[in-house]
């Protein structure tokens, strides 16, 4: 281990990182009346959400120039505020944060969240030493520099400058960075514009969020350490990391391999070509690493590493909502022939077997069509294809046959709502029999309007993650079975599984 | 040669197929006036369209109880009809297919689309072959059985017994298959359902089409056919293609190699692997064939093989957009540096060059920096970081220098919107130098709320086709440097770049 590497034992002992996500009072130093500076939609930020009474702290606003800032008293320094200070944002030009992080230390604040910019990534490493110096000083952890720094979704904690709206040139105001609604994923963001993006997404595809963290030029707190503390937080079931680099290895790897065994984590690691690598340097300063070797890393500690964006999101939200599967064997229902043959493909080019059922299995469709429940025409060997004949009942019914089978070990429906004869209720079927299984179930159906829309959202309800194309279903299906043999592995499948299903009882929590 | 197979010339010759798309006249036979029933909705369809003035021609509903429907005097047999009839959608059970159609040639209906199923797909040979033989007796062609047919977005014609909307179990109605806007893309598909899926997904994502083909059991009228139909049609601009088995393979060879001369064919051809063979098998009785014999075929006559749905989507729409690329090497310009790692991860896994700028070109941009128009933290050796600092006049500005650049052959611009500087006019800045050059250009903006929809569909407004992920808009930029270089392989470059330009002068069309 290098000197100057801190360990997970570390973290257990002294962490406050908890005061970043829920402080009892924060004060934004270089809040702001004037509209779209940083410092004006940080302070607004918590000045709404106190008022809407989500963020319970109290809230100070510090300038030289303003008595007041939306009816808050506004303080020239830290020292000059009354009370206890337990968090602060940092939000003015680079060359006064030292300075204020010195105020910060006199007045006991224990931690700082540094929006401002300008140091490492420019260059400019004699600041960026400078505040590592003094925070490590007086004590006080420091998220960033260089970041958007901490959204909370129960808290109302929400340091981010981009508004939620933008005012166009035209006059109109238009969602622009919105926050996603309360969930279980926690998004934690080396790049702070992929990580305001990545919130305008998972607020549009309705997934739920627990914490979102961009961590900036990590001078102090690293991804190891979020990950630790995430590992403790309740309101977190999954965690996605977008990363160039990893800061301190050795201890990444210990806290990641502890995390696995009960929350998983997907990586987004780019940077993983010469080229994509060469962009890296330029963005973060990064030495990206070769892929193989963190490809290697990463899959012997259980982390999942996902190929480009939507994989990232997919395989997140599949992990969220539904438990590993314990075996590669997975059967396909479906409404639409062409569509069960791309999840068919999608399939093996994973490693995911799709094996003809057993004669037990095949039996039990045959005599569904000797009593005339099914048509004749339906192929029950898996996939099982319904056809554009299924009804509601003949997806209920395949789904009752391939649940009991034990060599199936996840399900994956592709239920198309164009198919004439299905109904809405035709998901609710499906979450019925799902509800009684503790198999991975994951489903599909394409279209971008309005029905799609309904049938994937009320698959969710159900916490059925439902996507809009087959290949998306896959990779989460697979990475439901590569995470199940990790587990498996690890020896601890059967202990996550029990904490997994705990937390699921109340599925509707899920989409809250 | 097989002795079965039509060759291109015999399409010349005698193709009728025209009169599938375009018919002066049209009977439904199996009309109904009951709600929910194949042969009302499509009979609906027709007269919708015709009381619109979209559909122009004559149209006949026939069955042996009604004296009228919607209006329009219904007749018992195709023979009863007073005037002359062109085309007949045929929806009677597949038992009374064959008398139609000898009803049909002694009329002298020169083409026949046949909905009905329950033919060769589900075992019944000799009812197929009895058709195919019909058919041919009469001189009829047909398109399916099995099948959708046609939905032809400037003709009106649509005989796709799938509403627009569904009544729900609540009593609502719902968008459930809707047809998409009038535009360039020709979709060819061998599945229904995944055929009425993509007709939802375009229509969400505002790609409009030309014609949309789905055309089953193929006993007459082929794939190959089609494609050298499409390859005439003024409309048609891109063509995509699904299918899970070719018929007559040397026939669609040389067709196909004929139309990538002047219209690109991507192909989403599933049943790869083994698993999706057995699943195609059940679904259109198809002999998959290797996928590496697909590959290699596919290649040598400029077909562009996708992956899966959203790739084929992204790569269509990228080209009947933007003109093909002359070469490998790309810039990237962004405002976000993590997606634009990404992206640059993403052309070098998939073989195109992010090379650093030229020392001229590098040149261009210190001198910006110098004069205090660019930061001077803007990284400009490839790809051009603009920072979350950018303005829509830097983006300007790095397009103007980039485009310059002889040894750039196309531009990806990642433009997120939740920058603080940007405004919506970034992207009318991006389309002005876009209209001066040859070069091919994608762009990029995530997000799935207003803003990034706005932002995508703006920059589509340009022609310039935009994408919600880094890896979606590489796939679209990898397909249009593949493509460029077979047409240079094949001579043809400028002759397809000159019909391209000459039909992309008024961009908006490409919108309508």
């Known amino acids: 281990m290098l000197a100057h590497e801190s360990t997970i034992n570390d973290y257990d002992h002294y962490s406050k990182v908890e005061l970043f996500f829920n402080p009892n009072s924060i004060a934004v130093v270089g809040a702001s009346k ?42 020239p320094s830290l020292r000059k ?82 508004p939620e709206t933008k005012v166009l040139k035209t006059g109109d105001v238009m969602v622009a960075t919105p926050r996603p609604m309360q969930g279980n994923i926690a998004m934690v963001s080396q790049s702070g514009a992929f990580g305001a993006a990545s919130l305008d997404y998972l607020t549009g595809r309705q997934i739920g969020i627990s914490k979102f963290v961009s961590f900036g030029n990590k001078v102090d707190v690293s991804e190891a350490e979020i990950l630790h503390y995430l590992n403790h937080d309740d309101k977190t079931r999954a965690i996605l990391l977008y990363i160039e680099s990893i800061t301190h290895g050795r201890t ?16 987004l690691k780019s940077g993983r070509t010469k080229a994509g690598a060469r962009a890296a340097e330029s963005h973060t300063g990064s030495i990206s690493g070769a892929s193989a070797v963190y490809d290697a890393a990463f899959s012997q500690i259980g982390v999942i590493r996902s190929d480009n964006m939507s994989e990232f999101f997919n395989i997140g939200k599949g992990l969220a909502f539904q438990p590993p599967a314990q075996g590669r064997n997975v059967a396909i229902i479906t409404d639409a022939g062409g569509p069960g043959v791309m999840a068919s493909d999608a399939c093996e080019l994973r490693g995911i077997d799709v094996k003809l059922f057993s004669d037990e299995t095949i039996n039990k469709f045959e005599k569904l069509k000797e009593k005339g429940i099914l048509p004749n025409f339906v192929q029950n060997r ?52 799902a509800a009684g299984t503790i198999k991975p179930i994951v489903a599909c159906d394409i279209g971008e309007t309005e029905m799609a829309f309904y049938v994937r959202s009320r698959f969710e309800k159900f916490g059925i993650p439902a996507y809009p194309a087959p ?42």
Do not use: W
């Open 252 to 267: 990444f790897m210990d806290v990641a391999k502890d995390v696995t065994k009960s929350k998983p984590i997907v990586v």
């Open 382 to 433: 898996n996939p099982v294809d319904l056809t554009g004949s299924a009804t509601s009942e003949m997806f209920e019914k395949a789904m009752s046959i391939v649940v009991a089978d034990n060599e199936v070990n996840g399900i994956i429906v592709i239920g198309l709502h164009h198919v004439p004869a299905i109904q809405e209720d035709f998901v609710d079927r499906i979450g019925k029999v």
């Open 34 to 75: 004037h509209i779209n500076k940083a410092g004006n939609v940080i302070f607004s930020n918590f000045a709404e959400n106190k008022r809407r009474g989500i963020f319970k702290g109290e809230i100070y606003p510090i300038n030289l120039k303003d008595e007041s800032i939306l009816g808050h008293r506004c303080y």
């Open 81 to 162: 505020v009354p009370g206890n200070i337990e968090a602060i944002v940092i939000v003015v030009p680079s060359k006064s944060v030292s300075d204020v992080l010195r105020d910060a230390g006199t007045k006991g604040v224990s931690v700082a969240i540094v929006i401002s910019a300008g140091f490492g990534e420019v260059g400019n490493d004699q600041l960026e030493n400078e505040v590592k110096n003094i925070a490590k000083e007086f004590g006080i952890r420091i998220l960033g520099p260089n970041c958007l720094g901490v959204f909370d979704s129960y808290t109302g904690v929400d340091t981010l400058f981009l």
């Open 471 to 512: 290949e998306d279903t896959v990779q989460a299906m697979a990475a439901l079975v590569s995470y199940g043999e990790y587990l498996q592995k690890a020896n601890c499948f059967d202990s996550y599984l029990d904490s997994f299903l705990t937390r699921s009882v109340n599925k509707i929590d899920i989409q809250k």
